[in-house]
């Protein structure tokens, strides 16, 4: 493994292990096959395990265990991890309308940017964005790959409601509101597309160490899109890829 980690309890009956600060493909790699032994590491006991860009919680779940005891247990098991290999990962594109019904942040944005509105969504949607972690709301994709001169502080005042699909920035970063939600980020276009559904097998198809793009789209487009998904004829597109 490349990178040094810290341990160090985290409350009375959890442990975080952390990697540098920094959002990093190689540190996602070498955190998602460390996550991955410690799932086997601990099959046979009650804990709750997961990452974000640079660390990864274990929660054992209010069981009563010795923070030193297992931290030395945890620097064998980790310490073992070699170099991980690069898995299969899949390209996903997002169908996104920019128009100004579904963009309410957009024209503030691009005048405090000094970019035009055609400007902003040009470098939005021709990057290519990869999935460190889900979290804050089930299907919440935290994003890493937002052009630099789209970083903005979040909004001053949040929003209580941000609609389903929403597509936002805030930081350096991008995301996509899976539900209907509060939130601080500035809106510049929405999805059509369900990223979390609970009554699925696979609620999230969408997974740690994905590509995803963004496809520029019309609200016309918007709305068949819509209508496909209420059918249940819609098939989110995805490239098979070897990264």
Known sequence: MKHQVKFKAYGESA??????????NTILWEILAAK??????????KVYINHSYSSILID??????????????????????????KS?????????????????????????KELSKETIISKHAEATYRVYFLGFLPGFLYLGGLDQSLWTPR?????????????????SQTGIYPNESPGG?????QSPVTLFDSSKKTPSPISAGD???????????????TQKIREDTFQLKYTQLDD
């Open 185 to 189: 980020w500035h809106i510049i276009g």
């Open 155 to 171: 909004r001053s005042a949040p929003r209580l409601k941000v609609p389903k699909g929403a597509v936002a920035v805030g930081g």
């Open 15 to 24: 442990i975080l292990i952390e990697w540098p600060s920094q959002i990093s």
């Open 88 to 112: 299969k990962v899949k390209l996903w594109e997002i169908p996104v309308c920019y128009e100004d019904e579904y963009a309410l942040d957009l024209p503030e944005l691009a005048k405090n």
């Open 36 to 45: 991955e032994m410690l799932v086997d590491y601990y099959a046979k006991l």
């Open 60 to 85: 054992y779940i209010h069981s009563n265990i010795d923070v030193n005891t297992e931290v030395n247990s945890l620097k064998l098991v980790i310490q073992s991890l070699d170099d991980p290999l």
């Open 211 to 225: 590509i995803l793009c963004f496809k520029v789209i019309n609200s016309k487009e918007y709305h068949e899109i």
